[in-house]
């Protein structure tokens, strides 16, 4: 069974750093296309972040360039988002997905973690 379990979200300061993990079971993480994508409510889910299995390109948000990076880890099988110089509209729950046909970095990837809160305030 294919499951994606995030951690590593809190409650950080403007300016402030966190890394976000996202343990993956039941497959590889090399062999999919991984995501991690922040829904604010009342608000469509949006891509933050993608690793696409088809070429291996990075694609990143244009709010969050220059600011995360993603990546992954295929000894642990878990893939990362650092995030860096945080700002308040960063808030959002993080969500961790994988799709193994995926080209892009879309919200209809197959399978999705339950989510981590990130909070970014004083």
């Known amino acids: 069974q294919l499951q994606l379990v995030e951690s590593g979200g809190g409650l950080v300061q403007p300016g402030g750093s966190l890394r976000l993990s996202c343990a993956a079971s039941?497959?590889?993480?090399?062999?999919?296309?991984l995501g991690w994508f922040r829904q604010v409510p009342g608000k469509e889910r949006e891509g933050v972040s993608c690793?696409?299995?088809?070429?291996?390109?990075?694609y990143y948000s244009d709010s969050v360039q220059g600011r995360f990076t993603i990546s992954s880890d295929m000894t642990k099988n878990k893939v990362y988002l650092q995030m860096n110089n945080l700002k308040p509209e960063d808030t959002a729950v993080y969500y961790c997905?994988?799709?193994?046909?995926?080209?892009?970095?879309?919200?209809?990837?197959?399978?999705w973690g339950q989510g981590t809160q990130v909070t970014v305030s004083f």
């Open positions: 997905a994988a799709d193994q046909w995926s080209t892009t970095c879309s919200v209809n990837y197959d399978y």
């Open positions: 039941g497959f590889t993480v090399h062999h999919y296309s």
């Open positions: 690793i696409l299995s088809s070429d291996g390109k990075i």
